[in-house]
């Protein structure tokens, strides 16, 4: 069966860290472009960081930039999304997904590229 399965979420105090895990079963994630998504209940979908097939590249948005760091273990077949200096803001269901569509991160992580493989989420919640 192919899917991502996403880990790692939970509640966190302001200022706290978590690490996020989406781990790929029935096919390998190396050749695959990887987004992290999140969405607040209310909001729309939000591009949080994403990463080349190779880790080489990565990408950001602003509102997370300086405090998640995105990574890959390819032997592992496992993305990671370090989260530090959690705000109460950051709280949404985490979502990744991935594709090979030879396209430039900022447009995977814009969400114009359509991502053949999803997680089911997993939920951070920020609060005191």
């Known amino acids: 069966q192919v899917q991502l399965v996403e880990s790692g979420g939970g509640s966190v105090q302001p200022g706290g860290s978590l690490r996020l895990s989406c781990a790929a079963s029935?096919?390998?994630?190396?050749?695959?472009?990887i987004v992290w998504f999140r969405q607040a209940p209310g909001k729309e979908r939000e591009g949080v960081s994403c990463i080349s097939s190779t880790g080489g590249s990565t990408y950001y948005a602003d509102s997370v930039k300086g405090r998640f760091t995105i990574s890959r273990d390819n032997a592992k077949n496992t993305v990671y999304l370090q989260m530090n200096s959690l705000k109460p803001e950051d709280t949404a269901v985490y979502y990744c997904?991935?594709?090979?569509?030879?396209?430039?991160?900022?447009?995977?992580?814009?969400?114009?590229?359509?991502?053949?493989?999803w997680g089911q989420g997993t939920q951070v919640t920020v609060s005191s």
């Open positions: 997904a991935a594709d090979k569509k030879p396209y430039n991160l900022y447009f995977y992580c814009s969400g114009y590229v359509p991502l053949n493989y």
């Open positions: 029935g096919f390998t994630l190396d050749t695959y472009v």
